[in-house]
């Protein structure tokens, strides 16, 4: 014989699922800006990386290492002002990427 949930458990079952719960990664880029307008100081993308920019992210994988979450930006950008950092050495490697037209 099988036992049925009650209204409570079912509503417990039905709230613990991931997918309810779960909202969609934001992310804000913090490197330097592309030419063109293609990727901007700040943007905020919500879902994880913005597939737009697949091509740039083979030709500088750096840049990918400049989306941050909004908990850690703080964080992230002093990091970006220490020489030597991996942050400031990602944004260099970013903005010689830019000034040598890279993104457009």
Do not use: W
């Amino acid at each position: 014989m099988e036992k049925s949930l009650s209204t409570k458990e079912e509503k417990q079952v039905t709230t613990q699922t991931p997918e309810a719960n779960e909202r969609p990664a934001r992310l804000i880029y913090i490197g330097p800006n592309l030419p063109g307008g293609k990727l901007s100081k700040y943007a905020i993308y919500k879902g994880g990386l913005p597939t737009h920019l697949n091509d740039v992210y083979e030709a500088c994988p750096a840049i990918k290492k400049l989306f941050v979450e909004p908990s850690s930006m703080a964080k992230k950008e002093q990091a970006i002002q220490q020489k030597g950092t991996p942050e400031s050495v990602f944004f260099s490697q970013v903005l010689d990427y830019s000034k040598k037209g890279g993104g457009q």
